[in-house]
């Protein structure tokens, strides 16, 4: 028991950090990582956030077509953001449902093929095979979703932020505890 513990604290020091998102700090990896079609969303330096979907990314501008309903008529217009007035911007992660459910759509259409080819050949028996071709069915439907979601896994984009450099420093102080005391006080503030 004591070997367990010792090793899950060596490994838990020795440790890599696992990065749920990529953290972008440049205009210039921001230009890099964002692809036409990406749905992003903007938090501009007057505070105000724009959810979109990225028409172009230039050295110093992103051109976005908001995702919101067209006021009384009239068309919604394309934004043109300057990088450097980009206070945040966040892309989710593509969510992978979309693959498994193309994936068990194609398999539901293999195994309703398998089960309508057996009733045209050998409707007379249908209460003998029936049940079989209804849980290849339901196999195939559901092999079909895994290897969807396996595929669209391994082909959507992870989440990016975008964070602009702050114009605040980190300060780091030390202080006595107590005036007298054993002890000290540390302070690190971003």
């Known amino acids: 028991m004591l ?28 230009e890099r990582e964002l692809a036409e079609g990406d749905l992003i969303t903007v938090v501009h330096t007057s ?49 992978v449902r979309n693959g498994a459910l193309i994936g068990a759509g194609v398999g539901a259409g293999i195994g309703g093929a398998m089960f309508l080819t057996a009733f045209v050949i050998d409707r007379n028996e249908m209460d003998e095979w029936a049940p079989f071709y209804l849980g290849a069915t339901g196999a195939c439907t559901g092999i079909g979703a895994l290897i969807g979601w396996a595929v669209d896994a391994t082909r959507s984009k992870p989440a990016l932020r975008f964070e602009a450099a702050s114009r605040q ?22």
Do not use: H
Request: proline residues 9%.
């Open 3 to 30: 070997r367990l513990v010792l090793s899950l604290i060596v490994a838990a020091i020795w440790a890599t950090p696992c990065v749920a998102q990529t953290r972008l700090t440049s205009p210039a990896e921001l």
């Open 47 to 95: 505070g105000q956030p724009v959810a979109g979907r990225v028409l172009r990314v230039t050295a110093d501008s992103l051109a976005m077509r908001p995702v919101t309903k067209p006021v009384q008529g009239r068309a919604v217009r394309d934004l043109t953001i300057s990088l450097s007035a980009i206070q945040s911007l966040e892309r989710p992660r593509d969510p």
């Open 169 to 190: 420093r980190a300060t780091f102080a030390v202080q006595p505890l107590r005036p007298r005391g054993a002890g000290i006080r540390l302070a690190v503030a971003f």
